[in-house]
C-alpha cells in the first residue's frame, strides 16, 4: 500500500485561485467547423436576397464576412472551411450554369479565385491577431496566478495555506493536473493538489526518484515510463524535500516548451515560505 497519503485541504481562508484555462469556454472543434459553415449558409441566403441588386461579382465580398467571424472566433482551421464553403458555394449558387460546379463565364472564374485569395489572406491574418490575443490571454493569467502565490507568501499564511496555493497556481499556470508532494521523515505525502490530480503507485516512484536524486523527471521516460506527472525536486531549509507534479498529457494545450520558468518561481515561493514556518 503506498504510504503517499492525499491531503488537499484548502483553508476557508486560503485564496481561491480561478483555474479556468483561456480555452475553457472554447466551443469544441466539430462544433467550430459546423459553425464556421452555418455562417456561410447565411452568408448564402443574404447572397440571394440581395443578388438582384449587386452583380455576381461583387457577391463575393459577402462570403469574405463568415471568414473573418470565423477566424477570429475559431483560429485558422475553420477560417479555412469557411474559404473552401464559400467559394463552393458562390460557385454552385452564383455563376452560370448555376447548380453546377463548373463556370462557364471567365469573369465569374476570376471573381471565384479573387474570393478564394482574399478570403485566405484574411483568415491567415484574422487567426494570427486571435493568436496574438489568446496568447494575452494566458500570460495574463499565469501573471496572476503567480501575483496570488506571491501575495499568500507575502502575507506569512500558513504552511499549508502557501502549499495549497501553489498547488492551485500550477494549475492554472499549466491548465493541466497539478499536485505538490512533500517528503520528509521517510515519508511521502501529497500535501495538496488541484481537483482532477490523481497521484498513482508509478508516480509516487517517480516522486521519489526525484527527490533522491534532486533531478527533474519526466513522464514517460524511463525509469519512471509509467508515471504520468513530471516532478521537480524543491529542497528546503526545513530538510523537507517538495516535488512540484503536473500531469501534462491532462494539459489542455500539451506540455509547454519551457515550463522551467514558472516551475522556479513557484519553487522561489515554497522555499520562501518554508525557511519562514517550516514545512507542512
Given at each position: 500500500m503506498s504510504d503517499i497519503e492525499a491531503d488537499g485541504l484548502l483553508s476557508s481562508e486560503t485564496p481561491r485561485m480561478d483555474?479556468?484555462?483561456a480555452a475553457d469556454d472554447a466551443v469544441p472543434i466539430y462544433a467550430q467547423y459546423g459553425l464556421s459553415l452555418l455562417l456561410v449558409a447565411a452568408a448564402t441566403v443574404l447572397a440571394f436576397a440581395v443578388q438582384?441588386?449587386?452583380a455576381a461579382p461583387n457577391l463575393t465580398l459577402i462570403f469574405v464576412l463568415p471568414v473573418v467571424i470565423a477566424a477570429t472566433s475559431f483560429?485558422?482551421?475553420p477560417a479555412l472551411a469557411a474559404v473552401v464553403g464559400g467559394v463552393l458555394s458562390?460557385?454552385?449558387?452564383f455563376t452560370e450554369p448555376k447548380f453546377s460546379f463548373t463556370i462557364a463565364s471567365p469573369t465569374d472564374i476570376w471573381a471565384a479565385a479573387l474570393l478564394f485569395v482574399i478570403a485566405a489572406i484574411v483568415s491567415a491574418v484574422a487567426g494570427h491577431a486571435r493568436r496574438q490575443a489568446l496568447e494575452a490571454r494566458i500570460a495574463a493569467q499565469q501573471a496572476a496566478a503567480l501575483q496570488s502565490l506571491a501575495h499568500v507568501?507575502?502575507?506569512g499564511r500558513p504552511p499549508r495555506e502557501v502549499v495549497q496555493a501553489a498547488a492551485i497556481a500550477l494549475g492554472q499556470i499549466f491548465r493541466a493536473p497539478a499536485a505538490v508532494v512533500v517528503i520528509g521523515s521517510g515519508r511521502a505525502q501529497v500535501a495538496a493538489k488541484t481537483g482532477d490530480a490523481i497521484i498513482a503507485a508509478a508516480d509516487e516512484e517517480a516522486a521519489r526518484g526525484a527527490a533522491a536524486t534532486k533531478t527533474p523527471t519526466r513522464a514517460g521516460v524511463y525509469p519512471f515510463d509509467a508515471s504520468r506527472f513530471d516532478f521537480w525536486p524543491i529542497p528546503a531549509e526545513s530538510g523537507?524535500?517538495?516535488l512540484l507534479g503536473v500531469d501534462f498529457g491532462g494539459a489542455r494545450n500539451g506540455r509547454p516548451r519551457s515550463p522551467d520558468r514558472f516551475i522556479e518561481v513557484v519553487g522561489a515561493c515554497l522555499a520562501a515560505a518554508d525557511a519562514r514556518n517550516?514545512?507542512?
Amino acid at each position: 500500500m503506498s504510504d503517499i497519503e492525499a491531503d488537499g485541504l484548502l483553508s476557508s481562508e486560503t485564496p481561491r485561485m480561478d483555474q479556468s484555462g483561456a480555452a475553457d469556454d472554447a466551443v469544441p472543434i466539430y462544433a467550430q467547423y459546423g459553425l464556421s459553415l452555418l455562417l456561410v449558409a447565411a452568408a448564402t441566403v443574404l447572397a440571394f436576397a440581395v443578388q438582384s441588386l449587386i452583380a455576381a461579382p461583387n457577391l463575393t465580398l459577402i462570403f469574405v464576412l463568415p471568414v473573418v467571424i470565423a477566424a477570429t472566433s475559431f483560429g485558422w482551421g475553420p477560417a479555412l472551411a469557411a474559404v473552401v464553403g464559400g467559394v463552393l458555394s458562390f460557385d454552385f449558387f452564383f455563376t452560370e450554369p448555376k447548380f453546377s460546379f463548373t463556370i462557364a463565364s471567365p469573369t465569374d472564374i476570376w471573381a471565384a479565385a479573387l474570393l478564394f485569395v482574399i478570403a485566405a489572406i484574411v483568415s491567415a491574418v484574422a487567426g494570427h491577431a486571435r493568436r496574438q490575443a489568446l496568447e494575452a490571454r494566458i500570460a495574463a493569467q499565469q501573471a496572476a496566478a503567480l501575483q496570488s502565490l506571491a501575495h499568500v507568501v507575502i502575507n506569512g499564511r500558513p504552511p499549508r495555506e502557501v502549499v495549497q496555493a501553489a498547488a492551485i497556481a500550477l494549475g492554472q499556470i499549466f491548465r493541466a493536473p497539478a499536485a505538490v508532494v512533500v517528503i520528509g521523515s521517510g515519508r511521502a505525502q501529497v500535501a495538496a493538489k488541484t481537483g482532477d490530480a490523481i497521484i498513482a503507485a508509478a508516480d509516487e516512484e517517480a516522486a521519489r526518484g526525484a527527490a533522491a536524486t534532486k533531478t527533474p523527471t519526466r513522464a514517460g521516460v524511463y525509469p519512471f515510463d509509467a508515471s504520468r506527472f513530471d516532478f521537480w525536486p524543491i529542497p528546503a531549509e526545513s530538510g523537507a524535500s517538495y516535488l512540484l507534479g503536473v500531469d501534462f498529457g491532462g494539459a489542455r494545450n500539451g506540455r509547454p516548451r519551457s515550463p522551467d520558468r514558472f516551475i522556479e518561481v513557484v519553487g522561489a515561493c515554497l522555499a520562501a515560505a518554508d525557511a519562514r514556518n517550516g514545512a507542512p
